[in-house]
């Protein structure tokens, strides 16, 4: 009945909650209750994942493998934004204890590790966290999901701060592929500030996709330095630094023939199913430190380590 309890909770809003667990169990549990029950186990749930990651990290460490090894393992990884509020005390001369709700919005960040495969499993990390920690606990679950010093990791975003550094930081023979809509997107954006007009700006971010299909990158930089030159557009200088910074990232045709993913749909499409499905329900406004928590709760189930935490809960309860 607790765990039915907590599914609702990490499902629903509490007070939806409140009225689900009523029909199912014919007995009334306040919204507050389920809140306070919920984010209790949430915080269980995340001890639970970060000691499945130690597990595996050690297990590595010994050389004892948990999954069969993977020769390429994918990874995705994206944030989303995610309402938070505080309650602040303000100085007023008549009132001592007035306060102010300040509302903030924090990006939540999710990554997955995917076996490659035509119906490959993903398993899910995520949280309020940096991309330092995003990519540290990302790289545990690839070891626990059969990833050793032979498999290729590839991961595909797009281009954000600091994701495609961090990666490769983290990650040995990365192979970090630029989102291809968010390339397209950067080339529409150079065709519009030159002024070339519907059809010429259409067959101009043409000529540029097929040179990056085909992997001929430093042909892709000359045509725009030359342009550049022309032109003088400060907006054709700053896609060329877009360029050199991902330019091992960018040649779409061989990634295809490699089966590689040249989009980051799944991971997107992820946050919309694990994070925002709970987190960012109309009206929703969280606490930070109840964050981790709750998605922490999420993310056991896209696992499937529900019962398995479940278990563990109960063994706790037993022997107390």
């Excluded at 899910?124 to 990791?153: R, V």
Aim: proline content about 2%; glycine content about 8%; hydrophobic content about 35%.
């Amino acid at each position: 009945m607790l765990a039915a309890l907590v599914d609702f909770g990490s499902e629903h809003s509490f007070q939806e909650a409140s009225k689900i667990f009523q029909r199912h169990y014919k007995f009334s549990i306040s919204d507050s209750t389920i809140r306070r029950v919920t984010k209790s186990l949430g915080s269980n749930a995340e001890k639970f994942i970060s000691n499945k990651l130690i597990q595996f990290e050690n297990c590595n460490q010994n050389q004892t493998q948990t999954a069969p090894i993977q020769e390429t393992i994918f990874l995705g990884f994206d944030g989303c934004s995610i309402r938070t509020g505080k309650l602040k005390a303000i100085e007023s001369s008549t009132v001592k204890s007035k306060k102010k709700r300040y509302e903030e919005w924090k990006d939540v960040r999710l990554g997955f590790v995917k076996e490659k495969s035509e119906n490959g499993k993903k398993w899910f990390i995520g949280g309020l966290k940096s991309y330092p920690q995003l990519m540290g606990e990302l790289f545990n679950l690839a070891l626990g999901k059969g990833m050793n010093e032979f498999t290729k990791p590839v991961a595909t975003a797009d281009g954000g701060n600091g994701i495609y550094e961090e990666a490769d930081c983290q990650f040995n023979d990365l192979q970090f592929i630029l989102d291809f809509y968010h390339f397209v997107k950067h080339l529409h954006a150079t065709a519009e500030a030159m002024c070339l007009g519907k059809e010429l700006a259409k067959i101009w971010v043409e000529h540029k996709k097929e040179l990056a299909w085909e992997g001929k990158i430093e042909e892709l930089k000359d045509s725009l330095r030359e342009e550049y030159k022309r032109t003088d557009i400060d907006r054709i200088r700053q896609l060329i630094g877009y360029i050199e910074r991902f330019q091992d990232c960018i040649s779409y045709g061989e990634y295809k023939e490699l089966g590689y993913p040249i989009g980051s749909g799944e991971v997107e499409s992820s946050h919309r199913y694990i994070t925002q499905k709970r987190l960012k329900i109309a009206g929703a406004c969280w606490l930070q430190e109840s964050i981790n928590p709750m998605l922490a709760l999420r993310v056991l189930k896209a696992n499937d380590w529900w019962d398995e935490f479940w278990s563990l809960q109960q063994t706790k309860l037993n022997a107390a």
